[in-house]
């Protein structure tokens, strides 16, 4: 019995039909976006700088969409959870990642991850950065930055720095700076930026990096001693700490704590185009610029294309940073 054929024109109408019957609902989506409540999937616990930034624009981004937004924590695995589960989510808007920078590019070179933050998200917009203090305490016998390094040189298995945890952008940044110093030092990881703070002012590990309202109070009664800040411009609160670039250090500038929005793949670009523009927008509010500043954080607001160039540069930058410092991915 002869089979029946397909001709070549066949195969291509019924992979036209094929494709245009997936992108219907997609399509569909696009158009009625929003429909439903938008929930923004935070990887940490209330009360850190992830959490409370995002918390700052879901009045503003909701009055712009015209539907609820809110905060939805999930916290664990230094925020892997939150990251797969917006990863398996819809691609329709409803459910998007609230993320911090380790996140997205550092903890695939440390962590052996359920999914690739990368190609698995969508990214739509940085919504913030923020500058982080170079410090050491106050014990230590070095004044500024060069004699710190000239002291390290001279005992290097007694100059210890301290991170919040083993494998984050916090270990990793610290691992930079050593490398970019020419200097040995040992890291001590703690579970968290909590039991770090008093080994340092005790002086039980001599260096560290932090966000400016963490160790502001910390720089003004004497406990700790600045070395420089990881930004462009000097902290208009703490004027006579030099930037990065001004103590010689200009590539540290890669060392800042930024967020990020992002949508699982495959969301249409109508619905992350008009998610952008309402980010974009509750930025420039007052209110949103208030609260940035409370928090020490400058407003961003990027296209999607600026966002996720930053992101591979700065993903490659921290994979060479755990491949010198020999950092191994562990589950």
Same mark, same amino acid.
């Given at each position: 019995?002869? %089979? ?7 195969? /291509? ?6 494709? $245009? ?19 923004? /999937?935070?990887?940490?616990?209330? =009360? ?21 937004? /809110? ?16 990863? &398996?989510?819809?691609?329709? =808007? ?62 290097? #298995?007694?100059?210890?720095? =301290?991170?919040?945890? $083993?494998? &984050? ?24 930026? &909590?039991?770090?703070?008093? +080994? ?30 990881? =930004? ?12 990065? $670039? ?22 249409? +670009? $109508? ?5 952008? #523009? ?26 999607? %294309? ?26």
């Amino acid at each position: 019995m002869k %089979q029946p054929t397909i001709s070549r024109r066949g195969l /291509i109408k019924a992979g036209t039909v094929a494709a $245009a019957s997936v992108a219907l609902p997609l399509a569909g989506w696009a158009q009625a976006y929003p429909g439903k409540t938008i929930r923004l /999937i935070v990887g940490f616990a209330p =009360g850190g700088l992830t959490d409370a930034l995002p918390r700052l624009l879901t009045n503003p981004l909701a009055e712009r969409l015209g539907q609820p937004v /809110i905060i939805e924590n999930k916290a664990g695995a230094a925020g892997n959870i939150a990251t797969a589960y917006v990863a &398996g989510a819809p691609p329709d =808007g409803h459910t998007l990642l609230a993320s911090g920078v380790g996140q997205i590019v550092v903890l695939p070179h440390t962590s052996n991850l359920a999914v690739n933050p990368l190609t698995d998200l969508v990214h739509i917009s940085m919504m913030g950065e923020g500058d982080q203090i170079l410090n050491i305490s106050s014990e230590v016998p070095a004044k500024n930055l060069a004699e710190f390094i000239a002291l390290a040189k001279q005992k290097p #298995a007694a100059m210890f720095y =301290g991170d919040a945890g $083993a494998g &984050g952008n916090q270990h990793l940044y610290l691992e930079y700076f050593r490398i970019l110093a020419g200097i040995e030092l040992q890291g001590v990881h703690y579970r968290g930026g &909590g039991p770090l703070m008093p +080994d340092l002012l005790a002086n039980r590990v001599q260096i560290s990096l932090n966000a400016p309202p963490v160790v502001e109070p910390y720089i003004a009664q004497g406990k700790l001693r600045p070395l420089l800040i990881v =930004g462009k411009k000097r902290n208009p609160k703490m004027p006579d700490i030099p930037t990065a $670039a001004e103590a010689g250090f200009a590539p540290l500038e890669a060392c800042s704590n930024w967020f990020g929005l992002h949508a699982p793949r495959g969301t249409p +670009d $109508a619905i992350v185009q008009k998610v952008n #523009a309402a980010l974009v927008d509750s930025l420039k509010t007052d209110v949103v610029k208030a609260g940035l500043a409370n928090l020490a954080v400058q407003g961003i607001g990027d296209t999607p %294309q600026a966002f996720g160039a930053r992101i591979a540069r700065d993903h490659a930058l921290f994979g060479k940073v755990a491949k010198d410092a020999n950092i191994k991915a562990e589950a």
